[in-house]
Nanobody, 128 residues
Framework: QLQLVESGGGLVQPGGSLRLSCAASGRSLDYYGIGWFRQAPGKEREGVSC????????NYADSVKGRFTISVDNAKNTVSLQMNSLKPEDTAVYYC?????????????????????WGQGIQVTVSS
């Protein structure tokens, strides 16, 4: 089964930057929809960004547009989320997930049912 492992989380000051990585093993990420989701304590999990690894199509939540950038490195079998201008409200556990139907990045980007494989999650804390 496809396995996903997040890395790069931690503590950062408001206005700072952080880069999360999602490393895949077991399968190539050349034909997936890869999504980043996050969940703050006591809150529902929400979609952040996603990418079609086959054609490069992307989607972003309104709350992160212009600040976050998702990208895929097929050679390294890794998807990254570059997070700039971080705010305290970005504090959450971030999850990487993979959907076997890559076109859902456009048709159903935040439908968690489409994402069959999930990483363990990684903490991001934005605080001074």
């Amino acid at each position: 089964q496809l396995q996903l492992v997040e890395s790069g989380g931690g503590l950062v000051q408001p206005g700072g930057s952080l880069r999360l990585s999602c490393a895949a093993s077991g399968r190539s990420l050349d034909y997936y929809g890869i999504g980043w989701f996050r969940q703050a304590p006591g809150k529902e999990r929400e979609g952040v960004s996603c990418i079609n690894t086959s054609d490069g199509s992307t989607n972003y939540a309104d709350s992160v547009k212009g600040r976050f950038t998702i990208s895929v490195d097929n050679a390294k079998n890794t998807v990254s989320l570059q997070m700039n201008s971080l705010k305290p409200e970005d504090t959450a556990v971030y999850y990487c997930a993979a959907a076997p139907r890559p076109w859902i990045v456009i048709t159903a980007p935040w439908d968690e049912y489409e994402y069959e494989y999930w990483g363990q999650g990684i903490q991001v804390t934005v605080s001074s």
